[in-house]
């Protein structure tokens, strides 16, 4: 089965690589015989036929099964597919990153979104119900802090633990975290709203121990008399901001059954 090989066909008159294919046996030249079509792969070896040349054909790879030749082929249509006369099959598609995106990071690709563990650590700088109202959760005070909540990605999904109540929500990250001081709801910065923490201002302009917010979707949300806890039962909790609870069966049992919710599904 492995007899399929990738190809390239090359302009002479510049080098360029300009349509690559996968086939078998002696098919690579198949293409300087359909001529009929207005493809842009047919232009061009017309436009080289005219200039009194051939174009040069030559196989990149060989002795490969055919899942192989379409991966290599995909791979490469990938890497050069805006100057290439190929038109592109769906072949793999959703195994690339798309073009155009090395200017942020895409889940799937940079990182693998999760299903974590938010310690709200509520203080005189953060109030679960002003979560609840305005939709983020936050965390700030010390580089530390402000690190662990920066970790968080779009699409990320948590549960929100209230030191003393138990667990309050199940939310997904909109957006990642900034400063306190450019967090807009709708259409005015949250400190400019009427929140229960009067404090969430407090070094506002300190980009080491200011509060820096994440926008949320909440999934579920309840008030903190109604926070889901059972003691003795082996729920994980921690201190730190933000865990991954990944390696929590229990946890995420329990967070299904007391939220009605699938957490693994609501994370792919």
């Not at 798309?98 to 999760?114: A, R, W």
């Not at 506002?204 to 309840?222: R, T």
Request: overall charge positive; aromatic content about 12%; glycine content about 6%.
């Amino acid at each position: 089965m492995n007899n399929y090989y990738v190809y390239v066909y090359i302009d002479p008159r510049n080098f360029e690589e300009f349509y690559f294919g996968k086939v078998k046996g002696s098919r690579k030249s198949a293409h300087l015989k359909d001529l009929e079509s207005d493809s842009e792969k047919t232009k061009r070896i017309k436009s080289i036929k005219a200039a009194g040349l051939e174009p040069i054909i030559r196989v990149i790879a060989r002795n490969l099964t055919q899942h192989d030749a379409l991966l290599v082929e995909k791979t490469l249509l990938w890497k050069l597919g805006k100057h290439l006369t190929n038109i592109s099959s769906g072949h793999y598609s959703d195994n690339f990153r798309p073009h155009d995106t090395f200017h942020h990071q895409i889940s799937g690709f940079d990182f693998q979104n999760g299903i974590y563990y938010y310690n709200i650590g509520e203080c005189e700088t953060r109030n679960w119900d002003d979560y609840r109202t305005f939709n983020f959760i936050s965390a700030g005070g010390s580089v530390k802090w402000r690190d662990s909540i920066l970790n968080f990605q779009p699409d990320d999904i948590f549960a929100a633990y209230l030191k003393g109540k138990g667990f309050v929500g199940i939310g997904k990250i909109l957006a990642c975290a900034i400063p306190i001081r450019n967090f807009i709801v709708n259409e005015r910065r949250l400190l400019e709203h009427d929140l229960v923490c009067h404090s969430m201002g407090q070094h506002a302009d300190n980009d080491d121990l200011c509060e820096y917010i994440c926008p949320v979707q909440w999934i579920k949300k309840y008030d903190r008399n109604e926070a889901k806890w059972k003691p003795k039962a082996g729920l994980y909790t921690t201190t730190h901001i933000r865990a991954n609870l990944d390696n929590q069966p229990k946890t995420i049992q329990f967070l299904n059954e007391q939220f009605d919710i699938d957490l693994k599904k609501e994370v792919q």
